[in-house]
């Protein structure tokens, strides 16, 4: 029950910050709960990391900013009671705050002291040159179907009938019908219907025999004859395609700068450590 009763009211701690940050004076108290205060000073510390979604969220809806404000005031108050009551006195209570206190101050301390080593774009292409098997690619093609299913104990008859219902879509198609609406009204497949029969890019040996052999020999922009597999008839376009090769940087240029930070931040917690290990000596006893 605690735990269900807290997390909520922390949440709305974080959901109130973001509309509030707007105040011009940030000495102003916002809400009194018992002998605590919260000012807009105090808020505004909260606001670092702050989602834009939720900003937007809470600028939004002002019933909001009161329901929350109503959840801090709350929090406050069980938090004064467990002080009056002395529990911020047990030793098990005072072994997680003091827990706590300490990854505060690690993650500020890493806050403060990293984050200088710029990320060129000359780490950038090594990162990339040295790691270029990680972005090699296939041969692909990007594909959208239309699926008519046709059950597993299906007869001849049933079989012939779905044939003949993809043959009269593909006639549509070829009048002018958009292969992406008729996907949404009459394919069976339902991961890719909504998306217009969309499958995106595939390699081989990521579809059926039939249907990866038809989608492979389909020119970009054309549409196939229909093709029977396991799962019914189907009709597949072709979109795109990409021969083997390798991602080109510019497509993977942010993924990597994101990657050599990490690096970068990873190897820069560690030089800190090797320093502080020399003014903290450590023994594993």
């Given amino acids: 029950m605690q735990k269900k009763m807290i997390l909520p ?3 709305g701690l974080l959901f109130l910050s973001a ?12 809400v009194t709960a018992g002998a605590e205060t919260l000012t807009q000073a105090e808020f505004e510390r909260m606001l670092v990391g702050m989602p834009p979604e939720l900003k937007a969220m809470m600028e939004g809806q002002p019933e909001l900013q009161q329901s929350m404000l109503r959840r801090w005031a709350d929090f406050s108050i069980l938090a004064q009671e467990a002080k009056a009551q002395g529990i911020d006195q047990d030793a098990d209570v005072q072994g997680k705050l003091k827990d706590m206190t300490s990854r505060i101050l690690v993650e500020e301390f890493i806050i403060r002291n990293t984050g200088k080593t710029e990320v060129t774009e000359k780490a950038i292409q090594a990162y990339y040159d040295t790691h270029k098997s990680e972005y090699a690619h296939e041969e692909m093609v990007k594909a959208q179907h239309i699926l008519i299913k046709v059950a597993d104990a299906a007869d001849q008859k049933q079989v012939a009938a779905a044939k003949g219902k993809i043959m009269a879509i593909k006639a549509g198609l070829e009048r002018g019908d958009s292969f992406a609406d008729q996907a949404q009204k009459l394919s069976d497949d339902p991961g890719s219907k909504m998306n217009g029969g969309d499958l995106g890019f595939f390699a081989r040996g990521s579809m059926v025999p039939e249907f990866e052999t038809a989608a492979f020999s389909t020119k970009k922009g054309e549409i196939s004859a229909p093709v029977q597999t396991q799962f019914g008839w189907h009709l597949i376009k072709v979109t795109d395609t990409k021969a083997a090769g390798h991602t080109p940087l ?9 990657k050599v930070q990490e690096e970068n931040h990873q190897a820069e917690v560690e030089n800190l450590l090797a320093d502080l290990k ?7 006893h």
């Fill in 9 to 11: 009211l922390l949440c």
């Fill in 278 to 284: 020399k003014k903290f000596p450590v023994t594993i």
């Fill in 19 to 30: 509309q509030l940050s707007m105040a011009a004076d940030s000495a102003k108290v916002l």
């Fill in 250 to 258: 510019a497509e993977v240029r942010d993924e990597i700068k994101t």
